[in-house]
């Protein structure tokens, strides 16, 4: 080869490698070399200059518009609102004789509509046109008062922006229980709250980066201020998560609370219709309503039969109007002792399995609507049934219930591929609108089938599921006619799944427990299910969790039931834990 032609191939090679290196860099996203704090900063500086302090002066009115001269370094908007007042007579120390300033008598409110220079025109929003005249306007230095509502946004990133608002001293910020994106309650709460302006972010997934959008909204009317947008890179977002409290190797913990009780069955939801999520755990004979805050805080308690197991509960809305009823499964496995509590006399005595609808009234749950061999459980806003029988445990189709104001009725026939039973499964939607079951098998493997209920395929590991297991009546002395099972739950969440996966102490011994559990999430795309990992590994067993909004509601206990840190801080070394996860932005 001629010394040119090698020339000319280490040079071709080296354009190529920058060309290689430029589009790498290329496609590398802005956000990924910036801090969390810089890309947040271009929200939070929009915000600042919509309520910077401001002062100026009305030089004209007419009819319901004004005219405004403003003072040096006054910096006005389209769509600020100031505040209009008269002087009037000076105050003064009452030792030193000091005038300290004049009474500002309020006089109504305005709204910039255009801004030129140091003038600006502005609408009278409250106040008589004449009481204008002459007067002065600011936006005053003291604390605005704000709701801040993160949405569906990752807990941790909205957590940044909101320390990076209260950081700057000029907001006074108020946090919201509320779950919902509906603006005209957001509005309501922000007014309830004694709060100038709301502001409403909400977040977007794009390849590596999470794109953020900031919607700021006048509380007194619910117009819109200004809306503006940023994008944060994955990488940060994991390391703001890595520096939250977290259960294991992942998952951050908005709250956990020390449960005093066994509890065995949990779910959530609005039984009040008030816009505000309850938990509702179920330990012993006791079920009891809690509103989470710093602490968990008792707000309704009824008792089911002593010899009753808790095999399902749920939360449903069967009315339409927001408010949510408590649907519960029992099984009875020996004759019952409990009293005549009015809440649970009306359960008949005997082995089986009941069903009951529970329903707040005053300040009291009380049960409307009792199912004898049932099962019941909530899917997808629907309640649906199967009957049972001790023979074979769950028999017949799984059927949708309406309510009709007093009692179930039969609606339609939910069609299930076999041995699938009512508390094995969850209905996959694809954004094309494909259909797909996932569910459990006997062996505690997840099983995906098509809308022809064909399966098209199953998890390479079991995912140690059975959380209850009964005998089927009616075998000899020498045979017996195997078991039914209750297993872990299968949650609905958008087009995806989340289920617990538990990883037993020894592989060879499984019943010595679980050294740990982590939970899953199956997306299906109409095409294949995607798999990963939703919750990372938590020490111990989770025994049951419910999802409501935004957060993820987990019980969770320890290797053997012992936890061994109580024991070295002085505290009861039993017991289990109620963690709440947030889930925005997963």
């Known amino acids: 080869m001629k010394p040119n032609t090698v020339k000319y191939c280490i040079f071709s090679v080296l354009c190529l490698l920058l060309v290689w290196s430029l589009s790498a860099n290329a496609a590398e996203p802005a956000t990924a070399k910036e801090p969390v704090e810089t890309r947040l900063a271009i929200l939070k500086d929009q915000l600042l ?92 230095a003291t604390k605005r008062k704000v709701l801040f509502y993160q949405g569906m946004m990752d807990w941790n990133l909205g ?62 009317d619910g117009k819109q201020l200004f809306t503006n947008n940023t994008a944060v890179s994955v990488a940060s977002i994991r390391e703001l998560r890595q520096k939250a409290g977290i259960i294991g190797s992942g998952g951050e913990v908005l709250l956990a609370y020390r449960l005093p009780f066994a509890s065995r069955r949990l779910t959530a939801g609005d039984l009040e219709g008030d816009g505000n999520q309850e938990i509702v755990l179920v330990g012993g004979n006791s079920v009891r309503v809690y509103k989470p805050d710093v602490d968990l805080k008792l707000l309704w308690e009824f008792d089911i039969p002593k010899n009753d197991d808790t095999l399902w509960i749920d939360t449903i809305d069967m009315q339409g109007k927001g408010r949510d009823m408590i649907a519960i499964t029992v099984i009875r496995t020996s004759g019952n002792t409990a009293g005549s509590d009015a809440i649970v006399s009306n359960i008949p005595f005997g082995r089986g399995v009941i069903s009951q609808l529970y329903e707040l009234q005053g300040n009291t749950v009380r049960p409307v609507w009792t199912g004898q061999n049932m099962f019941i459980r909530a899917l997808g806003g629907e309640l649906i049934a199967q009957e049972f029988d001790p023979r ?100 609905g969440r958008y087009a995806e799944v989340l289920a617990p996966k538990r990883k037993p102490l020894l592989s060879y011994a499984k019943g010595l427990g679980n050294s740990a559990t982590e939970i899953k999430s199956f997306w299906w795309n109409g095409v294949s299910l995607e798999e990963r990992v939703f919750i990372e590994e938590m020490g111990g067993d989770i025994i049951d969790y419910a999802l409501s909004g935004d957060r993820l509601y987990v019980i969770g206990k320890p290797l053997f039931g012992f936890d061994f840190k109580n024991l070295m801080r002085g505290e009861s070394p039993f017991g289990s834990m109620l963690y709440v996860f947030s889930i925005k932005g997963r």
Request: hydrophobic letters at 40%.
């Open 392 to 491: 074979d445990g769950y028999t017949g189709p799984v059927m949708v219930m309406k309510w009709n104001g007093t009692t179930l009725v039969k609606s339609r026939e939910i069609a299930l591929p076999k041995d699938v039973n009512i508390y094995d499964f969850q209905i996959l939607t694809a954004a094309s609108g494909t259909k797909a079951i996932i569910a459990w098998d006997e062996n505690g493997f997840v099983n995906l089938y098509n809308e022809k209920g064909i399966r098209i395929w199953v998890s390479k590991e079991d995912f140690g599921v059975t959380l209850y297991s009964f005998k089927r009546e009616g075998g000899s002395f020498m045979s017996e006619r195997g078991k039914w099972t209750v297993k872990d739950r299968l949650l």
């Open 159 to 220: 957590d940044a922006y909101y320390q990076m608002l209260k950081d700057t001293d000029r907001f006074e910020l108020f946090d919201t229980p509320l779950e919902t994106d509906d603006l005209a309650k957001l509005t309501a709460e922000a007014q309830k709250k004694g709060a100038e302006a709301l502001v409403v972010l909400s977040s977007e997934g794009k390849a590596d980066e999470v794109a953020i959008t900031q919607k700021v909204y006048w509380a007194k």
């Open 49 to 140: 200059s919509y309520f910077a302090p401001a002062t100026g002066k009305v030089t004209n009115v007419q009819g319901m518009t004004v005219q405004l001269a403003t003072e040096s370094g006054t910096v006005l908007k389209p769509g600020m609102r100031l505040q209009s007042f008269q002087e009037g007579v000076a105050f003064v120390h009452p030792v030193t004789k000091e005038q300290l300033g004049r009474v500002e008598m309020p006089v109504g409110s305005i709204e910039v509509v255009s801004v030129s220079g140091n003038t600006a025109t502005a609408t009278i929003l409250d106040g008589k046109p004449e009481a204008f005249r002459d007067a002065k306007v600011k936006v005053p």
